[in-house]
């Protein structure tokens, strides 16, 4: 996000006339915040004041080292301070202890946001020479996941609109390329802000940056296109390792409390991402270590009612640094250390009783079927932006029965499909795979949290009865055919013969291949029985049955048209009348 939330405040400063440079860690050698070998760059450089960006709360040494160079430091961070603050000749930072702004909840993005309406006001500027930078403080605040409340609820609402009539080259020069549908909180979340962050992930940090403050389309496309490219690269680190963490933890780990892991080729700037998915799937906290040289450096990221910022301050004989809040952390431990540390942190879980932290489904409302219509699915975007701290609405449905299930665009039911339906389906049908896969689900989940799971059956909402789905062909076929034989007119009874043959075969055949094969045949005989019927009333003076003859008699059609094991499962033989 630093591209972001630089691009913003260098154009503002730019714009009321002061000289500006920029400087972005590479975050796969220097980390994430400041560093002095960068304020050593910086001051040789030849400038005096820096103004920190999302970073620099916890830079207690690197300020000092600034200070002793001369140069003045303005620290803007959203992080967690610790006891101690740098000494800068300022430091805005909400969650100060002895903090009085009424929201203390913004992204780094919107402390800088902050910053600017302050300079803006004391110049006597207009609002809209802050204003019109809504677009990318939005994005910056939805990319950051901090809670779309208060102020940035307002941030995020206003900034959306805005983003539609963005004046910024690059950002639309993206919009274009991501070919989004509608621009909302979910449209930002996954398909702008991870191509903005994958430059800054793989450590091509500048590539952002450039994209927001270029004036030309040409190269704006350029940028946008090594974005996109950039991002796919990510895409397929992150696959990687996430299954090597998989393996590694269903092979030693899994009991742990807390897991921590550390592997030499682990791509430093997708772990974090890596270690949000596996605290999604096993829901624990996690922290993913990559050794470089002599040094562990990492992401971690917990679950609701675990506070990893404050377990961390509790095991800081064993850490180099560290930063972040609550859910989320970037760390670096010295490579002999991590052993040691990973000990502290699984007792310090331990003791916190952290198995009694249940995930939780908080459910807004309980409804009924017939309330969704399409007023209530209007009423619910007046609720938007959608977030965190705002989540989407969930509502509960009782006794509905799952009919189908598929995957979406990106897979993202593929680890439920192939961990456990699909080694059902290779040895059973369809039907018995889904259930059996489903019913391993269920019975890891009940090991998992000690739920116990009863199966229960779903009554019929008019007289408490039940229609099993794999039936209802059933029941057409029977009625098709039983109308069919009772029709007065032969052509009918080929019509609900037919009925019976498409209903009872075809659906059959959907749901089970032994009712195909059952409600075919006895499709088949019904249109033989009702041809050889309907032949004897009008023939039967007329010479008996002459083999082959439409005026009499009758002749297999064989398997042919309809008929026969072809067509779906559509089968028996089929006479001519």
């Known amino acids: 996000s630093y591209g972001m939330i630089c691009g913003a405040e260098e154009v503002y400063l730019n714009e009321i006339g002061l000289k500006t440079g920029e400087y972005i860690p590479n975050r796969l050698n220097e980390g994430y915040g400041l560093n002095k070998d960068a304020i050593s760059k910086i001051y040789n450089d030849g400038y005096k004041l820096m103004i920190t960006v999302d970073c620099g709360i916890s830079g207690l040494e690197e300020v000092d080292y600034a200070n002793s160079l001369g140069m003045e430091i303005i620290i803007t961070d959203h992080h967690e301070p610790a006891e101690k603050l740098p000494e800068a000749i300022a430091v805005i930072d909400a969650k100060r202890k002895d903090n009085k702004y009424p929201f203390n909840q913004l992204a780094g993005v919107g402390v800088v946001f902050k910053l600017i309406q302050a300079i803006s006001t004391e110049l006597k500027l207009e609002e809209k020479e802050y204003l019109k930078y809504l677009d990318l403080v939005c994005i910056g605040t939805i990319s950051d996941i901090v809670p779309l409340v208060d102020e940035n ?307 019929n909402f008019d007289n408490n009865s039940e229609i099993n789905q794999t039936e209802l062909p059933s029941i057409v076929a029977i009625i098709a055919m039983f109308i069919g034989f009772f029709a007065k007119n032969w052509k009918r009874r080929l019509l609900y013969a037919g009925i019976a043959v498409i209903t009872g075969g075809i659906l059959g055949y959907a749901f089970n291949i032994e009712q195909a094969i059952i409600y075919g045949i006895l499709s088949g005989i019904i249109i033989c029985i009702t041809g050889i019927f309907t032949n004897i009333g009008r023939h039967w003076h007329g010479g008996g049955f002459s083999g082959g003859s439409s005026s009499g008699g009758f002749s297999s059609g064989g398997f042919s048209g309809g008929g026969g094991f072809s067509g779906g499962g559509v089968g028996g033989y089929v006479c001519e009348a």
Request: net charge neutral.
């Open 153 to 459: 609820r307002v941030i995020a609402k206003l900034g959306l609109k805005l983003i539609e009539k963005t004046k910024n080259i690059g950002l639309k020069t993206l919009l274009n390329i991501a070919d989004l549908k509608k621009i909302d909180s979910n449209a930002i979340s996954f398909g702008v802000a991870p191509r903005i962050n994958a430059c800054g992930r793989m450590g091509f940090q500048e590539e952002a940056l450039q994209l927001f403050l270029t004036e030309d389309s040409g190269e704006a496309t350029k940028i946008a296109k090594r974005l996109v490219q950039f991002n796919q690269e990510r895409q397929a680190k992150e696959k990687q390792i996430f299954e090597e963490v998989i393996e590694k933890i269903e092979k030693d780990d899994k009991d742990k409390k807390c897991i921590v892991l550390a592997e030499e080729n682990w791509h430093h700037g997708v772990i974090g991402i890596v270690a949000s998915k596996i605290t999604e799937l096993y829901f624990k906290p996690s922290i993913l270590l990559c050794y470089e040289d002599d040094l562990a450096k990492g992401s971690g990221r917990s679950i609701p009612g675990f506070d990893l910022h404050e377990t961390l301050m509790k095991c800081t004989d064993t850490i180099e640094r560290f930063g972040g809040h609550s859910m989320a952390i970037g760390i670096t431990v010295k490579k002999e250390m991590v052993k040691k540390f990973s000990d502290k942190v699984e007792q310090i879980a331990k003791e916190s009783n952290i198995e009694e932290i249940v995930p939780i489904i908080y459910i807004d409302s309980k409804i009924e079927l017939s309330e969704i219509n399409k007023q209530m699915v209007e009423s619910l975007k007046e609720l938007e932006p959608f977030g965190e701290g705002n989540k989407m609405p969930i509502f509960a449905i009782k006794n509905l029965k799952i009919d189908s299930i598929r995957a979406l665009s990106e897979g993202k039911t593929g680890n439920i499909q192939d961990k456990y339906i699909i080694p059902y389906l290779k040895n059973n049908n369809y039907n018995e795979g889904i259930k059996n896969g489903f019913s391993a689900i269920l019975q890891e989940v009940s090991n998992e949290y000690g739920v116990k799971i009863e199966e229960q059956q779903t009554p």
